[in-house]
């Protein structure tokens, strides 16, 4: 006796889940009207944490990973870098050399508070002109940053007995190498100009 009533309730399970997922708009299977992209059009789940990875490896590469080429050095003033690390770019290295990203919430997590970043700029030096591929004559300028970083490091364990560990006066070191290009000789940046 219960065989036909375990075969109708998978039937009927069945036909609601066709029903379902032809009235979604989801499935590509009915779809009637305009393009279909067939298989694709079915959503798949992202994790947040993957998402995060890769925003943030994409917010690397378009701030920090590439070499500016300037222009070529003038012969009057004195030749400094200007440009010291952003806090972002140094909290970034700090977070690559030693992450506290992560961890299970209510079980083991770990903040760093009351952040204040010291920089100072221990080299700026110029490399004599060479001749660099797909760009031409230039010159690397170099300025390395030493920056102290103080923060009050924050542990909260919440297994087997709970409790929290701070370290008000945690201080990491991070050495950041600002190098760039400077253009040499007349330079021809592409731009014509028409009389």
Not at 103 to 112: Q, S, T
Not at 129 to 146: E, S, T
Not at 181 to 187: D, I, K, P, Y
Request: proline share 9%.
């Amino acid at each position: 006796m219960s065989r036909p009533n375990q075969f109708t309730s998978s039937a009927i399970a069945v036909v609601l889940a066709i029903c379902s997922m032809s009235t979604s708009g989801c499935y590509w299977g009915l779809a009637t009207a305009g393009p279909s992209l067939l298989p694709f059009s079915i959503p798949i789940p992202v994790s947040p944490l993957q998402q995060k990875r890769k925003e943030d490896q994409f917010w690397q590469k378009e701030r920090y990973d590439r070499v500016p080429i300037l222009g070529p050095i003038t012969s009057e003033g004195e030749i400094i870098a200007l440009d010291p690390p952003s806090d972002d770019e140094v909290m970034r290295a700090l977070e690559k050399a030693r992450p506290v990203q992560g961890g299970v919430p209510f079980l083991h997590e770990h903040n760093r508070n009351n952040v204040r970043i010291v920089k100072e700029k221990i080299s700026d030096y110029i490399d004599p002109p060479r001749v660099y591929p797909m760009i031409g004559p230039a010159q690397q300028h170099h300025a390395h940053y030493k920056c102290t970083i103080y923060y009050e490091d924050v542990r909260r364990i919440g297994w087997p007995i709970p409790h929290t560990l701070r370290d008000e006066d945690s201080q990491e070191v991070i050495y950041v190498d600002h190098n760039h290009l400077h253009m040499v000789g007349n330079v021809d940046t592409g731009a014509t100009s028409q009389f």
